[in-house]
């Protein structure tokens, strides 16, 4: 599967984005799917992830109650809707599918840059 993230850009603290990851080839929903990030300077994080169905999502402590995971898998897309955005979530946002069962994704996106200003 490849994917695709768009979405990103700048926006004040306090201020609302929201990410998209396109997924190409088939079987997408077999997938689990995930939002990472990486700002400079330090690793890369998880943001979080959701299911094959998207019924069980899990969040990093940092991002819950602000950002919401959601698919569509008609669409092949998910989505990682972000409110009450922070400087400190200034990052490059990467999406990420997986169905191999292990901890690590197999596949992931190019990233797309997310800043947010004070």
């Known amino acids: 599967v490849q994917l695709q993230a768009s979405g990103g850009g700048l926006v004040q603290a306090g201020g609302s984005l929201r990410l998209s990851c396109a997924a190409s080839?088939?079987?997408?929903?077999?997938?689990?799917m995930a939002w990472f990030r990486q700002a400079p300077g330090k690793e890369r994080e998880l943001v979080g992830t959701?299911?094959?169905?998207?019924?069980?999502?899990y969040y990093a402590d940092s991002v819950k109650g602000r950002f919401t995971i959601s698919r569509d898998n008609a669409k092949n897309r998910v989505y990682l809707q972000m409110n009450s955005l922070r400087p400190q979530d200034t990052a490059v946002y990467y999406c990420?599918?997986?169905?191999?069962?292990?901890?690590?994704?197999?596949?992931w996106g190019q990233g797309t840059q997310v800043t947010v200003s004070s």
């Open positions: 959701v299911d094959w169905s998207g019924g069980t999502t």
């Open positions: 990420a599918a997986d169905r191999s069962g292990t901890p690590q994704y197999e596949y």
């Open positions: 080839g088939r079987r997408f929903s077999t997938y689990r």
